[in-house]
């Protein structure tokens, strides 16, 4: 079992930046990928970026890329999501999730843990 802890949202101005983390307990964390996901008010939960279970891989959606960055240090049982050049749309419920495999997916059906999420607000 797994459970899983956001912490870091908030409110900021566009153009600003986020640190999102998500603390893992259970031995299984460094061996398990792990995912970012949002849902807006209204709107499906969809994916954000992806770490596989060494760090050594990594996928973005499109309308992240290259604004937002996910990380891992398995010594402290803890994912990241860093985000700059934050845009309105980004607003949103972000959740951390993790796969009982080790690799990467980008559909929300194949993650088994699911963090309670955590607000962030971006102002425009």
């Known amino acids: 079992q797994v459970q899983l802890v956001e912490s870091g949202g908030g409110l900021v101005q566009a153009g600003g930046s986020l640190r999102l983390s998500c603390a893992a307990s259970?031995?299984?964390?460094?061996?398990?990928?792990m995912g970012w996901f949002r849902q807006a008010p209204g709107k499906e939960r969809e994916f954000v970026a992806a770490i596989s279970w060494s760090g050594g891989s990594t996928s973005y959606a499109d309308s992240v890329k290259g604004r937002f960055t996910i990380s891992r240090e398995n010594a402290k049982n803890t994912a990241y999501l860093q985000m700059n050049s934050l845009k309105a749309e980004d607003t949103a419920v972000y959740y951390c999730?993790?796969?009982?495999?080790?690799?990467?997916?980008?559909?929300?059906?194949?993650?088994?843990?699911w963090g309670q999420g955590t607000q962030v607000t971006v102002s425009s």
């Open positions: 999730a993790a796969r009982k495999a080790m690799f990467i997916s980008l559909a929300t059906r194949n993650y088994d843990y």
């Open positions: 259970g031995r299984t964390f460094s061996s398990s990928a």
